[in-house]
């Protein structure tokens, strides 16, 4: 799948900088282009392989907006027509889709996300998607409520919202500040390993997935999740149907972005490895299997041919908000914004800062 790709915030970038790396090093030439978008000058800086806009400097003067999500959204709102300018050549006519990536918690990215998904809707036919990251259990309060906020208007802005938990891809014991390295790296490999399903083919089959079928996945709207898990594959691809299953459930159960989501609207099964490999009756069984789980009746599935000693599953769901860690998640914003209002004295503010009380 053909992608363009808008970082907005320090993880936006960052991950951004990751998945047009990966992409590049891996020659699947998915991603079109990659743009950084923020109000921290310093955090754009440090960015290499992608092009960079500051906005906001008015404003804060490069100094960043803080965790301050609404003043997130006055700068890219202010500035939204120069983001635009920068994108020309960067969403090109192969482009199949747009993503938007953000942390979720933060100001730039939290409150700017959502007002630049709103507008290239406005502007692109191709669908815009919001790549999300959702703050760990341990982050304070002022970041759960800020990403509460921005997720409800992401969901009701982008196509799909594909999230990671900031708490389901770093090692045990590490803190997540520590672990940003390690969670951005896994973010890269999987995410494009999806953007590059249906790019990278060779001895193209009737069995390989194609970009159509991560649209037609991600159609369901609402809150999409991602999952991987890999094994070393036998030469003998009747050997691998076991093996296929393992990192189907493994993908599922353990390996997803946003643990516990397993039952959903959609969902997409690509099998990666050598297409020898592969064993059909394996890739078969995998895809009833994500049917019972999903509880849905669009399981959709498809080969990566790569060349590997490993078999791949990356499961993606669509329309998984349903899931108890989104419910947790929510509560958790809630129970944060309540928090806020009870230490704040401006009654002004708690007026207009209701948004949170009926996410869902
Ligand atoms: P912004 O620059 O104002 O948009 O704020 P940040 O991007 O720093 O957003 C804060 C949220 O993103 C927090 O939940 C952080 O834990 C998370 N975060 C910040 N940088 C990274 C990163 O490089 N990777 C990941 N996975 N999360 C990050």
């Not at 804060?60 to 890219?76: I, K, Q, R, S």
């Not at 799909?160 to 520590?178: C, P, R």
């Amino acid at each position: 799948m053909k992608v363009s790709l808008i970082g907005v915030g320090q993880a936006g970038g960052n991950v951004t900088e990751r998945l047009a790396r990966f992409d590049a090093d891996m020659g699947f030439g998915a991603v079109q282009g990659a743009l950084a978008v923020n109000s921290a000058e310093a955090d754009l800086q440090s960015l290499q392989f992608v092009d960079t806009q500051l906005i906001g400097a008015d404003r804060v003067n490069g100094h960043g907006v803080g965790a301050d999500n609404e003043l997130g959204t006055e700068v890219m709102q202010s500035d939204i027509q120069q983001v635009l300018n920068s994108l020309d050549g960067r969403v090109s006519s192969k482009s199949e889709a747009i993503f938007v990536v953000a942390g979720l918690g933060g100001g730039t990215g939290s409150g700017g996300a959502p007002v630049l998904v709103h507008h290239l809707q406005q502007i692109y036919d191709v669908p815009v998607y919001a790549l999300g990251v959702l703050p760990g259990r341990n982050e304070g309060a002022l970041y759960q409520a800020n990403a509460g906020r921005s997720l409800k208007t992401l969901l009701r802005e982008a196509d799909s919202t594909l999230l990671i938990d900031n708490d389901s891809w770093h090692e045990q014991g590490e803190s997540v500040e520590g672990a940003f390295d390690t969670i951005n790296e896994k973010i890269a490999k999987r995410v494009g390993l999806l953007f590059a399903s249906g790019e990278a083919v060779e001895g193209v089959g009737e069995s390989v997935v194609d970009s159509s079928e991560v649209i037609n996945t991600l159609r369901a709207g609402g809150v999409a999740a991602l999952g991987y898990a890999t094994e070393i594959a036998s030469e003998d691809s009747s050997e691998n149907i076991t093996t296929t299953m393992t990192v189907s459930r493994q993908a599922l159960l353990t390996g997803t972005s946003l643990p516990d989501a397993t039952e959903a609207d959609s969902a997409l099964l690509v099998i990666a490895g050598d297409p020898d490999a592969i064993p059909r009756k394996g890739v078969e069984k995998a895809r009833h299997w994500l049917e019972d789980e999903t509880g849905s009746m669009q399981v959709r599935g498809g080969d990566f041919p790569l060349d590997s000693d490993r078999l791949g599953a990356l499961v993606l769901l669509g329309g998984a908000e349903r899931s108890d860690r989104i419910q947790r998640f929510m509560d958790r914003a809630r129970e944060a914004k309540k928090e806020q209002e009870t230490e704040s004295t401006d009654h002004a503010e708690q007026l207009t800062d209701d948004r949170l009380e009926n996410l869902f």
